[in-house]
T-cell receptor, first 114, second 115 residues
Framework: AQSVAQPEDQVNVAEGNPLTVKCTYS??????LFWYVQYPNRGLQFLLK??????LVKGSYGFEAEFNKSQTSFHLKKPSALVSDSALYFC????????????FGSGTKLNVKP | NAGVTQTPKFQVLKTGQSMTLQCAQD?????MYWYRQDPGMGLRLIYY???????DKGEVPNGYNVSRLNKREFSLRLESAAPSQTSVYFC??????????????FGPGTRLTVT
């Protein structure tokens, strides 16, 4: 069965410090990997994705993510956090042979304190 | 270009009542999805439609039905609402037939309370 894990329910970081939100996956084949952000009372917004190629992908709002095939991880990172980055973050995967489905992690709440 | 729109934004139902949640997208996407979001459980797929004329069950389909009315519209129906269906419902769309590397676009959600 396909699964996505976000091991931290909540991540706290001070403004200006680097942040990391973790994601690991267990799927068959080579997945496509995505990060989404959800602000309060809003739908999910796409941040970035990994399809193939360079393991470090850059996305919206200064976020980037590192794909690690051996560790089956796709951690979201930002060099310098902003208070406005505070939101709920979801990792998702799409797998070969079943492109119709996305599998989501349970979400990580990021709190950036001034 | 409105993206994905959902109606209504809020709804309160009594147990046993029925209702239909509407979703439309203007991005010419083939695939459309319905999810529910509950605290601590992320998004769970209810139903999806890979293309116009097809629908399939997701992870939690019980108590729901769907209709892919045309390429733009995908509705979700609760025939007899139950308190366990209190949730936030999201519709999403994606280009699902071009190798799978396209992301999903989400609507703003419908907050449903069943009393």
């Amino acid at each position: 069965a396909q699964s996505v894990a976000q091991p931290e329910d909540q991540v706290n970081v001070a403004e200006g410090n680097p942040l990391t939100v973790k994601c690991t996956y267990s799927v068959s084949g080579n997945p496509y990997l995505f990060w989404y952000v959800q602000y309060p009372n809003r739908g999910l917004q796409f941040l970035l994705k990994y399809i193939t190629g360079d393991n470090l992908v850059k996305g919206s709002y200064g976020f980037e993510a590192e794909f690690n095939k051996s560790q089956t991880s796709f951690h979201l990172k930002k060099p310098s956090a902003l208070v406005s980055d505070s939101a709920l973050y979801f990792c998702a995967v799409r797998v070969p042979r079943d492109f119709n489905k996305f599998y989501f992690g349970s979400g990580t709440k990021l709190n950036v304190k001034p | 270009n409105a993206g994905v729109t959902q109606t209504p934004k809020f709804q309160v139902l009594k147990t046993g009542q029925s209702m239909t949640l509407q979703c439309a997208q203007d991005m010419n996407h083939n695939s459309m999805y319905w999810y529910r979001q509950d605290p601590g459980m992320g998004l769970r797929l209810i139903y999806y439609s890979a293309s116009e004329g097809t629908t399939d069950k997701g992870e939690v389909p019980n108590g729901y039905n769907v209709s892919r009315l045309n390429k733009r519209e995908f509705s979700l129906r609760l025939e007899s609402a139950a308190p366990s269906q209190t949730s936030v419902y999201f519709c999403a769309s994606s280009d699902g037939t071009s190798g799978g590397f396209y992301e999903q676009y989400f609507g703003p959600g419908t907050r449903l309370t069943v009393t």
